[in-house]
């Protein structure tokens, strides 16, 4: 709390509010440059992960001989640290490049979504795959019109835990300068502990990702109209 | 410099650095770093624990809180750790120690309360009846019945949130802390890929390892025949009444 104007000392403290609305107006480009990064990070980090987890999910399904090292492979990802492996990579792509977060970020959702695709593609019943082969589908057909709409609710529970721990990661990305909001927390910290640059952050990225949680689920809702008749 | 040589001249400039017995004895060398990181991180767990498992075991045993926890986990999947991390070392706890152990203990409850309280909601309902029904009090059921039955689901909460605080407690070193993590900010600070490397292997050694630990102990601690099978993805073997998804997040 502020004191009295007339007993602030010029060698006393400067006011330094957990949060400071000049702030955010007067930073506004700052903000709002650090955010987009934050949302092409994130974003390029989920579709990336979903290119190339869908192919290993559909793989591992086949075959039990492969969806057993698929899954322990990722166990072993999850596990080491985010900072550790934005390190691994900084060799080969630049330590103060983007490109070496993004790609620790696209290995993480890549682990996420293998095994929620994994999940969602083995609920599909045995015998309605039977049936549609039966009828004559092929196995693109299968995917497409049993496969993915069988399978959505799982695929759609993955894409949203994985944006939303992306968008808490990516913070981790300061180590390279390429943080997204992250760059706020830190720069913040920096700049004498500024308190205000720093909640500004943290509370960015946590409407950040309830913002893309919703979004998710709105997209959900409208891919899956089926559940909804059956709710009501 | 070749970006594909720096790759591999980093991995043997990392050994050199973690061979050089200096690096590891002297002041604020990694065997002081590690001590800082282990004690820092199971200072972290316990703290969590002391909150977490009690609670679990109240909300599991009346069956109350679930969409309380559902909600508490989403959001703390969704608050950065730097953040919070940087927020405890601008309070007036300063950088100490004990605002880091505070901020990873926060990220250590929500794992743990989730499965403690999944752990005692998903004992079999015959089971607790025929407990019941042998003469048992509620607390005899409590202690000598669900509890052993919920053992697992508590021990893969205690591993997450280990496991995690373990990782998080690196970032630590982005905002004056303490722990391993500061070999990989101060090489990331000299350009030194060797050290950012060297930094790297310890932090993910150290993650893996405390992972196997710690299998090994809720192998250990699991009363009965199942204890000897391999724990399975918990993804896939959970049945659970609730997406307890908390426990499935990078680090």
Redo the contacts between chains.
């Keep these: 709390m502020l004191s009295a104007a007339g007993d602030v000392l010029a060698a006393d403290a400067a006011p330094n509010p957990w949060f400071d609305v000049h702030y955010v107006i007067d930073n506004w480009d700052t903000i709002l440059g650090y955010t987009a990064q934050h949302v092409r990070l994130t974003v390029g980090a989920v579709v990336l992960g979903a290119l190339i987890a869908l192919p290993l999910a559909l793989l591992a399904r086949r075959t039990r001989l492969l969806s057993g090292p698929v899954?322990?492979l990722?166990?072993?990802i999850?596990?080491?640290?985010?900072?550790?492996?934005f390190?691994?990579l900084?060799?080969?792509?630049?330590?103060l490049s983007a490109t070496t977060v993004l790609i620790g970020l696209t290995l993480?959702t890549l682990?996420?979504l293998v095994?929620n695709f994994l999940?969602g593609l083995q609920s599909v019943p045995a015998d309605v795959r039977e049936a549609a082969r039966g009828m004559g589908y092929g196995s693109a057909r299968l995917f497409v019109q049993v496969d993915l709409p069988l399978a959505l609710p799982a695929f759609m529970?993955g894409l949203r835990?994985a944006t939303?721990?992306t968008?808490?990661?990516t913070?981790?990305g300061?180590?390279?300068g390429n943080g997204g909001l992250?760059q706020l927390?830190?720069g913040?910290?920096n700049a004498n502990?500024y308190?205000a640059e720093?909640?500004t952050?943290?509370l960015g990225?946590?409407v950040l990702?309830?913002v893309a949680?919703l979004l998710l689920a709105g997209a959900q809702r409208l891919l899956t109209p089926w559940t909804r008749g059956t709710a009501a | 410099m070749d970006?594909?040589d720096?790759?591999v001249?980093?991995?043997s400039q990392a050994i050199v650095y973690l061979n050089d017995p200096y690096n590891w004895t002297r002041p604020n060398g990694i065997l002081d770093l590690l001590v800082e990181h282990v004690r820092i991180s199971v200072l972290a767990v316990v703290l969590g624990a002391l909150v977490a498992l009690p609670l679990g075991i109240v909300l599991g045993v009346s069956g109350r809180g679930g969409g309380a926890i559902v909600v508490l986990s989403?959001?703390s999947?969704?608050?950065?750790?730097?953040?919070?991390l940087?927020?405890f070392?601008?309070t007036p706890l300063g950088f100490s120690e004990a605002s880091t152990v505070l901020a990873l203990a926060l990220f250590a409850v929500p794992p743990m309360l989730t499965n403690t309280f999944v752990g005692f909601r998903e004992v079999d309902r015959d089971v607790r009846e025929a407990a019941r029904a042998m003469g048992m009090a509620r607390r005899q059921v409590i202690a000598k019945v669900e509890f052993p039955l919920a053992v697992p689901l508590i021990m893969t909460g205690v591993r997450t949130a280990a496991?995690q605080v373990?990782?998080?407690a690196?970032?630590a070193a982005?905002?004056?802390g303490g722990g391993l993590?500061r070999i990989?900010?101060l090489?990331?600070g000299q350009?030194d890929?060797g050290q950012?490397?060297a930094?790297?292997?310890l932090?993910?050694g150290l993650?893996?390892l405390t992972?196997a630990l710690l299998v090994v102990l809720s192998a250990a601690l699991t009363p009965g025949p199942q204890r000897f099978s391999l724990p399975r993805?918990w993804?896939?073997q959970r049945g659970a009444p609730l997406?307890t998804?908390a426990s499935?997040?990078?680090?």
């Design positions: 899954l322990s990722s166990s072993i999850y596990t080491i640290p985010s900072l550790a492996m390190s691994f900084a060799p080969f792509t630049g330590p993480y682990v996420i095994r999940t529970a835990i939303v721990s968008v808490a990661l913070t981790v300061v180590i390279t992250g927390i830190i913040g910290f502990f308190r720093i909640v952050g943290a990225c946590v990702a309830l949680d | 970006a594909g720096g790759g001249n980093a991995f989403n959001v999947r969704a608050v950065p750790t730097l953040a919070l940087t927020i070392a601008v496991v373990v990782a998080t690196t970032l982005l905002v004056g993590g990989i900010n090489g990331f350009q890929y950012i490397i930094g790297a292997l932090v993910a993650a893996l992972e993805p993804r896939r997406d998804g499935a997040v990078p680090l």
